[in-house]
């Protein structure tokens, strides 16, 4: 496997993101980052990314909630951000995904984990919350998913996945822009496309919508059926905080809610003038929603 790691040259003086890095050395020969914000002893947040973002998606939100007093990770999928990037489109699965996330969170040896996810970032950070249900406390979920391959995919989706697979040079910084509501700054926009010195680095940005099950035999389709098997008896605190403005995951609150019975009573809200992005659109309300979710532990 031809390992790619992004010069560290490539993220200096991104705007807001002044974060230590920390890094984790996979079996795999892989190396991941992370952010880690905030007293060790305390709580752990972690906020886990989607596609095709990175950690810089959070440093608005991770600076309130360590001031909160908790501990903030927020790890870079391998492909992403400055963690190293496989150069093969086949050297990425779902599972392989799911193995590396599940090797690095079981590093940290965390528990009592408050785990919010967006995007991808609930395709993997769920199936770790089904795979260590004792080490989490609560789950808050904005525009994610958990598919099975049943039923239709939105037509939004389709139309993603097919631009994705297709599109001559994979546009990461114009994508996050075209998703978020408010209008990005250059440098912003910049920051999203700093991990890809070039196309060749985007093998996993590109390969991540092909990845998604869309029909009960792909593969990850029969592993998060197990891990709904996990979810539907989840009776820990689980928040859905889907945005008014994503067509991709439009409903999928309504079916965590119906699904897991942790959902009952808690403070679901729709995040009006949040786009697929909502981190970028509303980090304010979702770090004051990830601290009234904590606090209440």
Known sequence: MEILRTPDERFE????????PHYAELKSGLRLHYID???????????MHGEPSWSYLYRH???????GGYRVIAPDLIGFGKSDKPAALQ????????????????????TGVVLFCQDWGGLIGLRLVAARPER???VVAGNTMLPTGQGTPS??????????QTVPEFPTGKILQGATVRELSEAEVAAYDAPYPNEV??????????LVPTAEDNPGAADNRQAWTVL?????PFVTCFSDQDPVTKGGDAIFQKRVPGTKDQPHRVIKGGGHFLQEDKPDELAALILDVASKL
């Open 232 to 236: 539907s008896q989840w009776e820990k």
């Open 201 to 210: 680095y985007k093998a996993g940005a590109r390969i991540f919508p092909a």
């Open 13 to 20: 003086n991104l705007p807001d993101y002044a974060f230590q």
């Open 136 to 138: 989490f406390s609560a």
């Open 37 to 47: 914000e905030g007293p060790r002893d305390a709580r752990p947040v972690v906020m």
């Open 61 to 67: 939100m991770i600076p309130p909630v360590a001031d």
């Open 155 to 164: 037509e939004a989706f389709l139309q993603w996945q097919q631009f994705s």
């Open 91 to 110: 050297d990425y699965s779902y599972d392989a995904h799911v193995g590396w996330m599940l090797e690095w969170f079981d590093s940290l040896d965390l």
